[in-house]
């Protein structure tokens, strides 16, 4: 069985799904992996350190999508602007693994059932044990908090640290982080690293410790956070009357800030609004908000994608990609990510969609030219397949095997 990996479309996307130590496992599998040339450029790997590992090198796109699993870093609705491009060269039964934003953008996947793909989705990963080498959101996010810290303090007129010099002492930075999640957390360690003083707010109690072993000051609100997070492990979407106090009591704070990290994120939704024209308007000229949920149209009521926008002083960052302004790393971590999710399909020498298995079914969002995974069946207002009543005869039977295996070792 051939995995390929080719060149990211996505306008400004400089990863790439798998790097050349990657390579070497999934040899070891026993996939035949293609790389298309220049694959790995921006992030700083080259074709040479490809084939030393194992890969052949294909010329163009057309070859990448002639193999059996197509491995990417954007597919579907994570690349609305190029995605079309590739999809009459999609092909019955082939598997595709990629972040697709299957809630956020469920019509983007239809195509790949009408090919009849099975597309597995990424950022749809369980919260398990079993699926944390596998979680490309976390490895990203880890990405973006550092980024996001780096960014901010290039945009502050002023230095993080406090320093005692012969002109004077100079008071650090006060940098507030909103949402200790995954980047948050980054965050919250990178600007203490860099000297700032760090407060940090989070709607789930149980992270105050994570804060605080950081050297973070938690912010306590009296809000009512139960329902704030999934069983997934994921945040969940809360009332506007939440929101609306949350901000109320988070302006203070947001006043005396130099620097507002915001990270508040809800899969599939529009990204809550924490901080109001108000609220900026409330901070001292030359401060900074860094939105990380810009790409979901922004915690900040003025943060505009991909825009640097200045407002009464106060400079609004909202940096759509941030993993990809580190492309070597954060396209190393991605590479583990999707290997480890890959190799855990096979059986046997087999690829096997073992819908017993959550991360299999939680992940699988077309097959058989059909839209199967049931969240994005209900984001398009289908009913998901098997809800329908069943036959009273049954098919004959195959001695076919099924379609859900592929023999990694079959020869052609």
């Keep these: 069985m051939i995995v390929a990996v080719g060149k990211e479309t996505y306008p400004g996307e400089r990863r790439v799904a798998l790097v050349p130590a990657g390579v ?115 490895s990203m996010a880890t990405v973006a908090g550092y980024r996001a810290v780096l960014l901010a303090g290039g945009t502050l007129p002023k230095m993080f640290p406090m320093m005692m010099t012969a002109a004077g002492t100079l008071t650090p930075a006060r940098v507030f982080v909103v949402g200790a999640g995954v980047a948050g957390l980054q965050a919250i360690a990178t600007a203490k690293r860099l000297g700032a003083v760090v407060s940090a707010y989070d709607v789930r109690p149980a992270v105050k410790q994570q804060c605080e072993s950081l050297g973070a000051k938690f912010i306590e609100l009296e809000l009512e956070t139960a329902q704030a997070e999934d ?30 990290i915001t990270t508040a994120a809800v899969p599939g939704k529009k990204a809550p609004i924490l901080l109001t024209r108000e609220m900026v308007e409330g901070m001292a000229p ?10 979901r149209g922004g915690n900040c009521e003025l943060t505009r994608p991909d825009e640097t926008v200045v407002h009464q002083g106060v400079t609004i960052l909202g940096p759509a990609n941030l993993a990809s302004d580190v492309p070597h790393h954060a396209s190393q971590m991605y590479s583990k990510n999707i290997t480890t999710f890959l190799l855990h399909l096979v059986d046997d020498g087999r690829i096997k969609l073992d819908l017993e298995d959550e991360i299999v079914r939680d992940t699988l969002i077309t097959r058989d030219g059909k839209v199967v995974n049931s969240h994005v069946c209900e984001a398009l207002g289908i009913e998901p397949p098997g809800t329908e009543p069943e036959e009273d005869s049954e098919p004959p039977a195959s001695t076919e095997p099924p379609a859900d295996i592929y023999d990694v070792k079959k020869e052609g």
Excluded: W
């Design 24 to 138: 070497v496992s999934l040899v070891k599998a026993g996939f035949d992996v293609l790389v298309q040339s220049g694959a790995g450029a921006a992030a700083g790997f080259s074709d040479e350190q490809y084939a030393e590992k194992g890969a052949k090198i294909a010329a163009g796109r057309d070859d990448v999508f002639a193999a059996d699993v197509v491995l990417r870093v954007r597919a579907a609705g994570a690349n609305l602007q190029t995605d079309a491009e590739d999809h009459g060269r999609l092909r019955r039964d082939q598997v595709i693994i990629a972040t697709c934003d299957p809630l956020g953008q469920p019509k983007a996947v239809e195509p790949y059932a009408e090919a009849g793909v099975a597309l597995l989705a990424l950022e749809l990963l369980p919260r398990i044990t079993r699926a944390q080498s596998m979680d490309v959101l976390s």
């Design 231 to 260: 069983k997934g492990g994921y945040a969940q979407d809360m009332d506007e009357a939440f929101y609306r106090r949350q901000r109320e009591m988070m302006a203070r704070v947001v006043a005396d800030s130099d620097v507002v």
């Design 286 to 295: 030359g401060s900074v908000v860094m939105d990380l949920a810009a790409e």
